[in-house]
T-cell receptor, first 116, second 111 residues
Framework: AQSVAQPEDQVNVAEGNPLTVKCTYS??????LFWYVQYPNRGLQFLLK??????LVKGSYGFEAEFNKSQTSFHLKKPSALVSDSALYFC??????????????FGKGTTLSVSS | NAGVTQTPKFQVLKTGQSMTLQCAQD?????MYWYRQDPGMGLRLIYY???????DKGEVPNGYNVSRLNKREFSLRLESAAPSQTSVYFC??????????FGSGTRLTVV
């Protein structure tokens, strides 16, 4: 069965420090991977995706993610955290069991807290 | 502004009541989705519509029905609400793998 895991419920970093939010996946075939961010009382916003190509993917707001096939991971990173990055982050993978192939399976989410 | 519009934003229902959550997108996307978000469980797919005229069940379809009224609109109906359906509901749309655009959500409480 396909799945995506976010092993940390919460990540705490100081402003200006690098941040990493972890994601691992289990899929059949080539994974299509995504990161989304949710600010309080808002819908999710798309950050970046990996479908094919370079293992390092750059996205919105200075975020990037590294696809590692051998470790089945897709960790979200940012070189220098901002207080405004504090939010709930979701990793997602394409669910291939649905015929159209565009439905996503989401992880449980990781709360990122950036302190000033 | 372009995007996904959901109505209502908040709703309180009594057990057994019915209601329809409305969703409309103006980005000409083919695919639309309904997810529910519960604390500690992430988002779970209820139903989706790959294109106008088609709908399919997701992970948690029981107790829900959907209608893809046209390319823009995708509604979610609760025929007989139960407390277990207390959740935040999100509608989303997408075109291929360009990423979803989400609505702002409907916070539903069933008492």
């Amino acid at each position: 069965a396909q799945s995506v895991a976010q092993p940390e419920d919460q990540v705490n970093v100081a402003e200006g420090n690098p941040l990493t939010v972890k994601c691992t996946y289990s899929v059949s075939g080539n994974p299509y991977l995504f990161w989304y961010v949710q600010y309080p009382n808002r819908g999710l916003q798309f950050l970046l995706k990996y479908i094919t190509g370079d293992n390092l993917v750059k996205g919105s707001y200075g975020f990037e993610a590294e696809f590692n096939k051998s470790q089945t991971s897709f960790h979200l990173k940012k070189p220098s955290a901002l207080v405004s990055d504090s939010a709930l982050y979701f990793c997602a993978v394409r669910d291939i069991k649905h015929q159209a192939g565009t439905a996503l399976i989401f992880g449980k989410g990781t709360t990122l807290s950036v302190s000033s | 502004n372009a995007g996904v519009t959901q109505t209502p934003k908040f709703q309180v229902l009594k057990t057994g009541q019915s209601m329809t959550l409305q969703c409309a997108q103006d980005m000409n996307h083919n695919s639309m989705y309904w997810y529910r978000q519960d604390p500690g469980m992430g988002l779970r797919l209820i139903y989706y519509s790959a294109s106008e005229g088609t709908t399919d069940k997701g992970e948690v379809p029981n107790g829900y029905n959907v209608s893809r009224l046209n390319k823009r609109e995708f509604s979610l109906r609760l025929e007989s609400a139960a407390p277990s359906q207390t959740s935040v509901y999100f509608c989303a749309s997408s075109e291929a793998y360009y990423g979803y655009t989400f609505g702002s959500g409907t916070r539903l409480t069933v008492v």
